[in-house]
């Protein structure tokens, strides 16, 4: 069983709609959730971080987390081509600094 | 302000030979990590260092070794390279939280490395 589990995708949205990016992790110890976005043939690029409960805005994202259902979501408002990535999700286990990786979803925002 | 850097960008190595992939932080971080990134399995932790002096292995390490120069630098060692390392690396750092959570870390540019 993968630790860190999203969709490969690729999730296509128009301009302009919210995508909805979702991302489940299999530690239920585990206590901190990064969201990168990485464009083709570039780096891993830090988007969103998020600790507890709830709702995190920054911008048009929002990251959701519920660590009772151990999923944690990165909504997208307002959609731009621009945002056409891939976005990972990140897990960091208890008393390490490790992180672990999902293989990441494919975002495509149509013009 | 440079963040981390990354030296070579790309390489081809020949089955055999070894080689240095170097990265350097200006951001005065404790902890580096180097990943690698392929197809279809993410990214992969190779080896990290918490702090200047430690270096400890990650989920990968088979086929590598590091050193922590000093507190800016953090070097991987493929001492003789195969086809299995041909792979995209990155290396990460991130400032010693108070405790492993909240433990942003930022990535490199990264190195394509081929071995034929």
């Known amino acids: 069983q993968k630790e860190v589990e999203q969709n490969s995708g690729p999730l296509s949205v128009p301009e302009g709609a919210i995508a909805s990016l979702n991302c489940t992790y299999s530690?239920?110890?585990?206590?901190?959730f990064f969201w990168y976005r990485q464009y083709s043939g570039k780096s891993p690029e830090l988007i969103m971080s998020?600790?507890?409960?709830g709702d995190k805005e920054d911008g048009r994202f929002t990251a959701q987390l519920n660590k009772a259902s151990q999923y944690v979501s990165l909504l997208i408002r307002d959609s731009q081509p621009s945002d056409s990535a891939t976005y990972l999700c990140?897990?960091?286990?208890?008393?390490?600094?490790?992180?672990?990786f999902g293989t990441g979803t494919r975002l495509k925002v149509l013009a | 302000n440079a963040g981390v850097t990354q030296t070579p960008k790309f390489q081809v190595l020949k089955t055999g030979q070894s080689m240095t992939l170097q990265c350097a932080q200006d951001?005065?971080?404790?902890?580096m990590y180097w990943y690698r990134q392929d197809p279809g399995m993410g990214l992969r932790l190779i080896y990290y260092?918490?702090?200047?002096?430690?270096?400890d292995k990650g989920e990968v390490p088979n086929g590598y070794n590091v050193s922590r120069l000093n507190k800016r630098e953090f070097s991987l060692r493929l001492e003789s390279a195969a086809p299995s390392q041909t792979s995209v690396y990155f290396c990460?750092?991130?400032?010693?939280?108070?405790?492993?959570?909240?433990?942003?870390?930022?990535f490199g540019p990264g190195t394509r490395l081929t071995v034929l």
């Open positions: 990460a750092s991130s400032v010693i939280p108070r405790t492993e959570t909240y433990n942003e870390q930022f």
């Open positions: 530690d239920r110890v585990s206590q901190s």
């Open positions: 998020i600790y507890s409960n």
């Open positions: 990140a897990v960091n286990g208890p008393g390490t600094y490790k992180y672990i």
């Open positions: 951001m005065n971080h404790n902890s």
């Open positions: 260092s918490a702090s200047e002096g430690t270096t």
